[in-house]
């Protein structure tokens, strides 16, 4: 008789997740949100990498600090602990025998299901979603990210981020005069009219873009999963403080041109050296992706057995990332863009920037109620369902 194919072990229990990549899942969070709010608003004419022009000193500040600390970094930790949680998962299944060919084809299948997640997402209110574009890279890549050699990876992660340099090297030319938002969408006041647009934009900004921009980030963290850096983060404490603090320092080094640039500190920079600008800005943001997940590693490590409630609420917001992504995105929505109440026209960075924080930190204290009283994030039940179907029996208690 011919054995029953081993059953999908489902999710990892609550309980037996690694405390890292939750932490750094949650911190990334704010990240994003801060990455994205300032491309909520229009009215202002723009300059480098979509910042109004005319700073006053402290939008000045705020734009500096977020180019050399947030700009193009958000999305690299983004991909990295993508790809890690890839890893985690197939190692999962894994140890109850399931086939390689069988956990490929569910991270496609789950893939796949994140692209239309993330239209959805980038039609009906945020077209510079990222869902879609992992989701792209796991259905591309889940060949390589489930059975790859280290080589491979390593050799994808260079050829990724030579790429990505080579998109921000285009991204650092000045924009069009007259333009008033990096996504048309925001400025249009009639919610139906705005659809399309969105529409557009996500295929080519939200999709192709991004999903070019940050595959090398979703191979370097399957990598790193591989030699579990941060689901045992103690035993690679070395690795990861010199990993921690090259990072970050490469980050603001090679952010700091562009950074002059967007905060309008350096104004007569030529075009050649804005593109080469805005290519090492693109190799930084890869070190400080780099650095953020090795910083939270070490956090993790410092952690270790406290039940304080910043470190319950991070890991929730962890632990429901996809969740709190797309309630940010609600968030934005209902204040700041013409199609609602256009509170974005004309903002000041320093305003959306608290928005940013403040939303984060409601999105926070909420994943931290849902998680003492039980509750899934809904995104994540929803996705599950929709990967695994609703008969899906586990093979252990969750």
């Not at 229990?13 to 994003?32: E, F, Q, S, V």
């Not at 956990?103 to 993330?118: D, E, N, P, S």
């Not at 529409?199 to 192709?208: C, H, R, S, T, Y």
Request: aromatic share 8%; no cysteine.
């Amino acid at each position: 008789m011919t054995a029953p194919p081993p059953l999908d072990p489902g999710a990892t229990p609550t309980a037996a997740r690694a405390l890292a990549p939750d932490l750094a899942r949650g911190g990334m969070l704010l990240l994003i949100a801060l990455a994205n709010v300032h491309l909520w608003s229009y009215g202002h004419a723009l300059g480098t990498r979509g910042y109004p022009q005319d700073l006053d000193p402290v939008d000045q500040s705020v734009a500096l600090l977020q180019m050399l600390l947030v700009d193009g970094r958000a999305y690299p930790l983004f991909g990295f602990l993508f790809g890690y949680g890839i890893v985690q998962l197939a190692r999962r299944r894994g140890t109850v025998g399931m086939p390689v060919e069988a956990v490929t084809r569910l991270v496609r299948r789950r893939g796949g299901w994140m692209i239309l997640i993330g239209l959805v997402h980038g039609v009906l209110l945020w077209s510079g979603d990222i869902v879609g574009a992992y989701g792209l890279i796991a259905v591309a890549l889940a060949g390589l990210l489930v059975r790859g050699g280290d080589r491979t990876l390593l050799v994808t992660g260079a050829v990724g981020a030579l790429l990505s340099a080579l998109l921000y090297a285009l991204s650092a030319l000045p924009t069009a005069d007259g333009t008033q938002s990096l996504l048309p969408s925001m400025a249009i006041e009639s919610p139906i009219a705005a659809l399309p647009v969105r529409a557009f934009e996500w295929v080519f900004i939200g999709l192709v873009t991004q999903a070019i921009g940050v595959f090398a980030a979703v191979a370097l963290g399957a990598w790193a999963a591989r030699r579990g850096l941060l689901d045992e983060p103690a035993k690679h404490r070395p690795l990861l403080a010199r990993t921690a603090g090259a990072g970050l320092a490469a980050a603001v080094l090679l952010g700091l041109p562009m950074a002059l640039m967007s905060a309008e500190l350096w104004t007569s920079a030529p075009v050649v050296v804005r593109m080469l600008g805005g290519s090492l800005h693109a190799i930084g943001g890869y070190a400080g992706g780099l650095g953020y997940a090795a910083l939270f590693g070490l956090l993790a490590i410092r952690l270790a057995g406290a039940t304080g409630p910043v470190t319950s609420a991070l890991q929730a917001g962890g632990q429901r990332s996809l969740s709190s992504y797309l309630a940010q995105s609600v968030a934005f929505a209902v204040l700041l863009p013409a199609w609602t109440f256009g509170l974005g026209s004309g903002a000041h960075l320093w305003q959306t920037a608290l928005y940013a924080i403040g939303t984060w930190s409601v999105i926070l204290l909420v994943a931290a109620a849902s998680a003492r009283s039980g509750y899934r994030g809904p995104a994540e039940v929803l996705l599950r369902r929709l990967t695994y179907g609703p008969s899906r029996r586990s093979a252990q208690p969750a």
